[in-house]
């Protein structure tokens, strides 16, 4: 893992888009379990070439995680009026949870592990887990499928709670 600048990485998205390089980001909280500094962290993945660059910060880079989440799952991933499947049954309890935390006020998140992810755990599995600050807990849901229509319902409702914590 390298440290990088934020311009560094979106560099890195348009060289993998480029080059058609599997490639995919996290944004990862102070509080997030796979974080290892207390600072907001913007993670680059690119398994083609097993390069993971980290730009830390005191803010989260939540413009920057709009468009690389466009640019990774599709413009139409931020887009509540676009047709979506209903979720499967495990994001629902996930989706049930996310709404009454944004109810609340109460900052979360979230994430979406490819199935060559370095914190995946699940390895050749897709992975969707929310971090319950509440709760203390983590809700997961594996697939062997990429869950497209699952993370968008999660994603949308990311990107519209008042902070990211």
Known sequence: MKEASVEEIE???DDCIKNTKKWHFHILTPSCKFNELQKYALFF??????????????E??????????????????LD????TQEPSL????????IKELNADGKAWHHHMFFPDCIFNTNRGKWTIILED???????????????????KHIEILFYQQKRVK
């Open 133 to 151: 600050p509440d709760r203390g807990q983590l809700l997961e849901v594996v697939s062997d499928k990429e869950p497209k229509d699952d993370l």
């Open 11 to 13: 560099n890195k998205v």
């Open 90 to 97: 495990g994001v629902r309890k996930i989706l049930d949870r």
């Open 60 to 77: 989260p880079e939540v413009e920057v995680g709009k468009e690389l989440a466009k640019k990774l799952h599709g413009d139409k991933v």
């Open 45 to 58: 993945e690119n398994p083609t070439n097993n390069e993971v660059l980290v730009s830390y910060s005191e």
């Open 80 to 83: 509540e009026q676009s047709e």
